[in-house]
């Protein structure tokens, strides 16, 4: 099974701030990379498919990048609805297998 | 509107047995790989099992492996999860999700407490 690794576990930030979480597979997985936020009491949200193409639910200041065993996610000016849980996946082999997330706070 | 309503959680003994559903509505449910995925109290997600549209492939995490079941009924756009010889470790919040690659909906959830 594939491993994913994200860091930091952590993020204290403020708004207005560029934010970048970093996910790292434990093998190539090519650009077989998916990005979730997940708000308390909420379900997960698909944010980012293909390690860069952005779900229409989402606006421009977030954007995917990577392919192989580096992926990064990019907040470019956090707003206060940013604040979440933000987990990697890959789906380039089964089991499907998640990071263990990263908590963006202020 | 995509729509995914699980049912059927509850609490069981180890040992025991669940029967999860999921009500899809509003895409076609024939047409898309189903999966399960859940989270423990507190921790993060683990995808449990898929399902192709025809129901003829099934992916299960290990930890599950002979003990759960993923199956559909495209006729009735439900999607099911048998959950026998249940573990303490199987406590969490079940959710169904529309895709079997990079899930695009998910439903709220269905609560599973596995307790002595």
């Known amino acids: 099974e594939i491993v994913m690794t994200q860091s930091p576990a952590t993020l204290s930030v403020s708004p207005g701030e560029r934010v970048t979480l970093s996910c790292r597979p434990s093998q190539s997985v090519g650009n077989k990379l998916a990005w979730y936020q997940q708000k308390p009491g909420q379900a997960p949200r698909l944010l980012i498919y293909?390690?860069?193409t952005r779900a229409t639910a989402f606006p421009a200041r977030f954007s995917g990048s990577g392919s192989g065993t580096e992926f990064t996610l990019t907040i470019s000016s956090l707003q206060s609805e940013d604040f979440a849980l933000y987990y990697c996946?890959?789906?380039?082999?089964?089991?499907?297998?998640f990071g263990q997330g990263t908590k963006v706070e202020i | 509107e995509v729509l995914l309503v699980e049912s059927g959680g509850g609490s069981a003994q180890p040992g025991g047995s669940l029967r999860l559903s999921c009500a899809a509505s509003?895409?076609?449910?024939?047409?898309?790989?189903m999966s399960w995925v859940r989270q423990a109290p507190g921790k993060g997600l683990e995808w449990v099992a898929s399902i192709n549209q025809e129901g003829s492939e099934e992916y299960y995490v290990d930890s599950v492996k002979g003990r759960f079941t993923i199956s559909r009924d495209n006729a009735k756009n439900s999607l099911h999860l048998q959950m026998n010889s249940l573990r303490t470790e199987d406590t969490a919040l079940y959710y169904c999700a529309s895709g079997g690659f990079y899930p695009g909906s998910w439903g709220q959830g269905t609560l599973v407490t596995v307790s002595s």
């Open positions: 293909g390690a860069s």
């Open positions: 509003g895409f076609p449910f024939s047409s898309y790989w």
């Open positions: 996946q890959q789906y380039d082999s089964w089991p499907r297998t």
